[in-house]
């Protein structure tokens, strides 16, 4: 039976890893509850399947540590050995999991693969006397045996192989959702077959109040299809804008140096990075760790990989330069109070109804740049007093080949 | 009104290939986008619920898979001229071995996207050739050497050049012969590097060979003046030009320099009121014989005693000595006063590899004059050095294993040489070879050694195209494949330290430098990459006594020339050129200007014998043994000629080239210390094979109303409105119930020149690489649907026999008044506040109204998903090939339509720019690319609200009409009347 469970937790987990992203930042996915639907139904089926896999693959580095090693390192990291004022949970700074919240410590997986080829001298000096003041606050008072770091080095480096574990799924709308359209269908069959139920009224309510709220999920969920408000995810560096732009005040152009000329913002590349990290190394909040990986990727020549957040369909053309150089918008007026964001998030939904109420009310700078005296009518008429502004959309600005060629 | 026609079917008024076809296909086209035998299948109610049910599903499928997480990688040290978003420009020079032109490439985050003129060069200017432009896309091809072999196993580049060097210096000591065999240098410091490089040897020999060879000039002015140089044609000087069989509009030497010399001087613009006049003797018909104001259809074996007996009228016009030649029943007496009436302003031409024939045209350009002004040949052209006896004494040589060593470069003789199977039997017995290509081709495989070079944008180099005219090739992108320049591995072989690019820039400080008088080095050199050309001026060779001998030679031995049998003429076409890059499918769909064919080469064939023996176009001929290739009637070919395309036919040269159509080079012969390129046989056999051609003359016809005007100088000069009284009076007619639409701020025009116009097709790839136009395949050509937006209309008039030729090139006419925009039932397009015509692709559902209701046929459909779809793998499916794709143009999706935007994405970069300058758009800064491209300046952009732009005057001008402008659809678009030279 304990196999069975396994097999079948093991299923649902596949599901929810194939939903990954969705699940991820729009918890709510009308999509997941298809795929919901399809695995409630696959699930009896998933329960009596052979599963010849899941023990071979469970153990993968037990020829060097044995399997109760690794039972007990996994015990200490979640604090589960009872150790009395000296026990420590890792788990409660190092996440284990995926994390929809940001937490400024490195997760269980970054600090297992630092240290995987590193010695246990090492894990021990950076867990008994780290360096970092950041660090050496909060191993305050740590007292682990010799025999106990081995231990949690054996369960770091099997982490290190396997990975984050999952996000904990977050299914209240969803379940609602579920129970919401079973409801239907039970009530819908007792209409048609069953016949069973006398109170006739029930059906009426369950039929409008679902539907109504099944029709409002679909409508909400299928104008989301395609747009990423509100998303936020986790970059390969803990790079917090709040600090660099809000606290230290730095520029956005500092970083983002093409704004004003050319079509893309632009990333900075690493080198714009180690201007001022060459000697800062130490972040307030994040300690040594983040900041170390700048200074590695600098010096090994690699490229970061950046997810990017803001991403508009590719028949659609934006240029920077246009709104930041020569209409002279604040970044902020797109992209939300960056400032204030530690892990940025995306404020508008980028959809083109959005573009397209902003170029009807923005005016131009119709007096201070000699190019807008090609349009003479509406120079003309200005003079007159017939009108007071120009909007974009006055100059062509929601045509369609503005922004689609 | 003269009455047009698109072929000789239409003329006849028979149906041809085309309507044949359209016939079959009305009654099953509905389901064509299935499979025939789904197609068969009656679909029913459930058929319809099944597939409705599966796309509702898999939609719902899609929708719910994760959504893609996209990177945004930035430099770890990011180069201080790179900005993301932005093009970088790099001057550099293009030449093949052929073709010369000095460029701009523009590349966007590190990869060039499209080759623009440069306009800093006197030779070429602004404009550019087809051939020009699709080069960056040869760039991405899949099929290119990736690294050098040995046979056929891989090899590193140390290993191979140990083993070369070895090899070499064991030849040397045993004092075998080294040959380095290439196509023509015409860079000076490779030509130093070459001579360094044989220095090292005790018994080596250089011989370039030119696929299309011109050889019979160069021995020709060597015989006469004593120098083997092939002389600049200056058409920009001249009143009069007889040109025999030199396509020099098309692909004849530097087709772009001729074309805007040549169009200088047929412009009727800015006061300019005369016109030179253009006589053609051909046998095919080519781009330049299109253009003529008169073209008389010859024999090629006529030539000879045409020439013969011009030199003689005039000889005895002038009081010269006059020679005893046969005499010609050809009336030419009216070409004799025109020349005679412009002694020294006139040029006469051949095009024909007979060195005779050449020398009898030198000798009327001595008697004219004409070396004073017209034929420079103290600025000769340094193109095309090959001569052809070196070649065949190269021959000689290696099937008698004179030579040890053999190193090749650039040049493909397994294909394109006449005697290919002795020279590639041959190849084996010798001791080393190497083969130098960029691209793929039959030679390759054939050496012990393949050494692939970088393609030309990858790779350094100079070319001195005219004495003084220098320019530089600079890398715009890091080699792709583990290549190396041809320089370099000379320079490795020589067991030289420094690099080309080293061994380069000090060619130039030791060389150009002390010229400038500029201060220091690094300046000079910037500078000069910068601008892509340096001019300096140079001693001038004296010319020794000109020498009579030869020429009185030539012309006591003129034989009449053959009346009877075929006689069958080779010729490079104007999209493939020689063969060299017939892997490009931009070249390979791009339609032969004049017989508007793509796809195929065939043998043209006169209507008049067409008739006789009973030929259609697309019947399969016998000329000979194994020598099969489908007929085409061109009207204008000469009777008794057969006139076939090189370049076809590859059989190792990648996807697109190979088994297209047939190679005609080893039909070729070597007769008289020259490679002919043609043969005669006694008579042609029909088959009963017949073959479906991709022809695009007939495609979205206007169905022959009054689209094309002309008239004659002297009409001209008695009314500039001539043949343009249509224009008065619909522009009478015009009235609207709606009120005027005034546009506030931008208009923009196109005013195009059929004066100008040669019908060059740079314009047709310019658009093709700009705007991302897919290539379709022969089949889809066949079924009318080439995406080209811009074609360039062909229209005979007169005779079969003798035509006259129009080029119109056409586009979307972006009319005020747009008939397809009132159709569309979606509003995907409408009309933009700056007269654009605009077209949203994500809105359309393709419906195709717009196409039906639009009257000049201009809007294309996507039939398929030309990008990723295995079945149109030509460059748009592997990564590689799609690296040529512009970022700023929408890449289309099945089921859309699409159409000519005028560039919008190139206005939209222009006004942006000056806004961020905080000026006024000038006029000519928006340059759509056919604009850009075009080298005889036939098409002008513009806004039209300013009275003082030159597309404002343009309009003003009496010959500005408009297509179809009785139907008041007001087009952004106007056509200036063609004017020929001719007398009426």
């Known amino acids: 039976m304990c196999l069975l469970r396994k097999s079948s937790i093991g299923y649902i987990i596949l599901l929810l890893k194939i939903m990954g992203m969705n699940l991820k930042f729009a918890g709510k996915s009308l999509s997941l509850s298809l795929f919901f639907i399809i695995s ?320 009807r009310d923005k005016e131009v700078s119709f007096h201070d740049n000699k190019f807008y005296e090609v349009y003479r009518d509406k120079m003309e008429l200005m003079k007159k007093g017939e009108i007071d502004s120009v909007t974009v959309e006055m100059v062509g600005g929601t045509e369609c080949m503005k922004c689609h060629y | 009104m003269k009455n047009y026609y698109n072929s000789i079917e239409e003329f006849n008024n028979v149906p041809g290939q085309e309507e044949e076809k359209f016939e079959k296909e009305h009654k099953s086209a509905v389901l064509e986008l ?147 065999l290439t196509s023509s240098i015409i860079s000076p410091s490779t ?214 060593a053999l190193i090749l470069y650039n040049v493909n003789p397994a294909y394109d040489f006449h005697s290919s199977e002795a020279f590639v039997a041959a190849l084996s017995a010798i001791k080393l070879s190497v083969n130098m290509s960029t691209e793929f081709n039959e030679t390759v495989g054939l050496c012990k050694f393949e050494c692939p070079v970088h393609h030309y944008l990858e790779s350094w180099s100079d070319a001195e195209i005219t004495p003084g005219q220098l320019s530089l090739t600079q890398p715009c992108i890091h080699p792709i494949f583990d290549t190396r320049s ?113 796809w195929d080469n065939v043998a043209a064939i006169s209507p008049m014998d067409a008739e006789e023996l009973g030929i259609l176009t697309g019947d399969v001929v016998k000329l000979g043994e194994n020598f099969s290739i489908p007929a085409f009637v061109q009207p204008g070919q000469a009777k008794g000629t057969l006139s076939i395309a090189l370049g076809y036919g590859h059989s190792q040269a990648g996807k697109v080239a190979d088994k297209v159509g047939v190679n005609v080079y080893p039909f070729a012969k070597f007769i008289g210390g020259n490679r002919k390129m043609g043969f005669s046989i006694s008579q042609i056999e029909k088959s009963i094979d017949k073959v479906e051609l991709a022809l695009t003359q007939t495609h979205h016809s206007m169905e022959g109303r009054a689209i094309v005007r002309e008239t004659s100088l002297s009409k001209y000069l008695k009314d500039p409105a001539s043949g343009n009284e249509l224009h008065a009076k619909h522009e009478s007619n015009h009235q609207t119930l709606y009120p005027d639409v005034k546009y506030d701020g931008f208009h923009w025009g196109l005013g195009i020149d059929l004066n100008s116009c040669v019908g060059c097709s740079a314009c047709v790839i310019a658009c093709q690489a700009e705007n991302n136009i897919p290539v379709v395949g022969k089949s889809e050509v066949q079924k009318r649907r080439i995406m080209h937006w811009i074609k360039i209309d062909r229209y005979y008039s007169d005779s079969p026999q003798q035509p006259m030729v129009v080029f119109q090139p056409l586009m979307c006419q972006h009319c005020d008044n747009a008939p397809c925009e009132n159709v569309c039932p979606v509003s995907a397009t409408n009309h933009s506040s700056e007269g654009l015509n605009q077209m949203s692709y994500n809105r359309c559902i393709g419906t195709k109204y717009c196409i039906n209701n639009c009257p000049y046929k201009v809007r294309r459909f996507n039939w398929y998903r030309y990008t990723n779809n295995k079945a149109f793998d030509f460059n748009a499916v592997s990564d590689l090939g799609k690296m040529v794709l512009n970022p700023d143009v929408t890449v289309r999706e099945r089921g859309v339509v699409e159409k000519c935007t005028f560039c919008a994405q190139r206005i939209q970069e222009t006004k942006l720019a000056a806004k961020l300058e905080g000026r006024a758009v000038a006029d000519g800064d928006v340059q759509p690319a056919c604009v850009q491209s075009c080298p005889s300046n036939a098409l002008i952009f513009g806004n039209m609200n300013d009275k003082e732009s030159k597309v404002s005057k343009m309009k003003a001008d009496p010959r500005n009409y408009h297509l179809l402008e009785e139907l008041h659809t007001l087009p952004s678009v106007g056509y200036l009347t063609k004017v020929r030279n001719v007398e009426e």
């Open chain 2, 486 to 598: 041809f320089q370099d591995s000379l320079l490795t072989w020589s067991g030289v330290q420094t690099s080309w690019h080293e061994y380069l820039k000090n060619s130039w400080k030791e060389n150009y430098f002390p010229l400038s008088k500029q201060s220091g080095f690094e300046a000079f050199w910037t500078g000069s990459l910068k601008d892509g050309v340096y001019a300096y001026s140079g001693e001038k060779l004296k010319s020794p006594e000109i020498q009579y001998g030869s020429i009185a030679a030539a012309l006591e031995s003129v034989d009449p020339g053959q009346e009877e049998g075929f006689e069958v003429l080779f010729y490079p076409s104007v999209s493939l050129g020689n063969g060299k890059h017939s892997n490009n499918p931009w070249l390979m769909e791009l339609p032969d200007p004049v017989a508007k064919l793509c």
């Open chain 2, 191 to 404: 030509k130093r590097l070459i001579a360094e490089f044989g220095a090292g040897f005790t018994n080596f020999r250089w011989v370039q060979y030119d696929a299309v060879s011109y050889s019979a000039i160069l021995e020709a002015n060597q015989q006469v003046f004593g120098k083997k140089v092939i002389p600049d044609f200056r058409f920009d000087k001249a009143n009069t030009i007889v040109s025999f069989n030199a396509d020099f509009l098309g692909s004849w030497l530097a087709p772009v320099h001729f074309i805007s010399s040549y169009t200088s001087r047929r412009k009727l613009d800015e006061g300019q009121n005369d016109m030179l006049r253009h006589i053609h003797f051909e046998s095919g018909m080519s781009l330049t014989g299109s253009n003529a104001d008169q073209r008389i259809p010859i024999r090629p074996s006529r030539e000879k005693i045409i020439l013969a007996n011009l030199y003689n009228k005039i000889a005895d016009a002038l009081g010269k000595e006059v020679f005893d030649v046969p005499e010609c029943d050809l009336d030419i007496e009216g070409v004799v006063a025109e020349l005679l009436g412009n002694k020294g302003k006139s040029v006469v031409v051949s095009g024909t590899n007979d060195t005779s024939i050449q020398l009898i045209v030198n000798a009327i350009n001595l008697l004219l004059g004409n070396y004073e002004t017209c034929v420079d040949l103290d600025n000769p052209l340094n193109l095309a050095n090959g001569t052809d006896a070196a070649m065949e004494d190269l021959l000689k040589d290696l099937s008698a294993e004179k030579v040890s």
């Open chain 1, 40 to 359: 409630t139904l696959l699930f009896p089926l998933a329960l009596f399947s052979q599963d010849t896999n899941s023990d071979s693959t469970a153990n993968v580095s037990s020829h060097e540590t044995s399997h109760e090693d690794l039972i007990r390192g996994e015990r200490l990291f979640y604090g589960l050995v009872y150790q009395g004022d000296k026990s420590v949970n890792c788990a409660s700074c190092h996440n284990t999991r995926f994390v929809d919240s940001l937490n400024w410590n490195p997760n269980a997986h970054d600090i297992s693969v630092k240290y995987k080829d590193k010695t246990i001298k090492d894990l021990t000096t950076v867990l008994m006397r780290p360096r970092s003041e950041k660090m050496a606050q909060s191993h305050k008072n740590f007292d682990l045996s010799e025999t106990d770091i081995l231990m949690l080095k054996a369960y770091m480096d099997e982490f290190a192989v396997k990975g984050l574990k999952p996000e904990k799924a977050i299914i209240n709308r969803l379940i609602i959702f579920i129970i919401i359209t079973l409801l239907v269908l039970v009530s819908l069959a007792d209409i048609t077959v069953i016949k069973k139920f006398k109170y006739k009224w029930v059906h009426l309510i369950i039929l409008l109040g679902g539907g109504i709220y099944i029709t409002d999920a679909l409508v909400k969920e299928g104008l989301a299809i395609g747009r990423s408000e509100g998303y936020s995810p986790d970059q390969p560096i803990k790079f917090s804008h709040k600090i660099h732009a809000g606290q230290n005040g730095t520029d956005c152009l500092y970083c983002h140096s093409s704004a004003e000329t050319s079509k893309s913002a632009g990333i900075p590349s690493t080198g714009v990075c180690m201007n001022c990290h060459l000697i800062v190394r130490n972040g307030s909040r994040s300690g040594a760790f983040e900041i170390a990986k700048v200074i590695e990727a600098y010096e090994k020549g690699e490229a970061i990989d950046w997810i990017r957040i803001h991403n508009l369909p590719d028949h659609a053309y934006f240029n920077h330069s246009q709104h930041v150089g020569v209409a002279g918008l604040s970044c902020q007026e797109c992209h939300g109070p960056v400032e204030e964001m530690d892990r940025v998030t995306q404020i508008a939904d980028l959809s083109m109804g959005w573009c397209i109420n902003c170029h």
């Open chain 2, 34 to 180: 299935f499979e025939d035998d789904i197609a068969k299948k009656p679909s029913s109610r459930r058929d319809f619920l099944k597939v409705f049910g599966f796309s509702v599903t898999s939609a719902a499928v899609l929708a719910s898979c994760e959504k893609p997480i996209h990177k945004a990688i930035p430099y770890v040290i990011q180069p201080e001229e790179i900005v993301p978003g932005k093009a970088l420009h790099y001057a550099s020079s293009y030449f093949d071995g052929h073709e010369y032109a000095s460029i701009l490439v523009k590349t966007r985050d590190g990869r060039p996207i499209k080759i623009e003129g440069n306009t800093l060069s006197v030779f070429n200017g602004k404009g550019t050739s087809a051939r020009v432009q699709a080069s960056v896309l040869s760039l991405y091809d899949d099929a290119r050497l990736k690294a050098p072999l040995s046979g056929n196993s891989p090899i590193s580049w140390d290993l191979a050049d140990r083993e070369i060097i070895n090899s070499l210096a064991d030849i040397n000591n045993s004092g075998g012969e080294i040959v380095l």
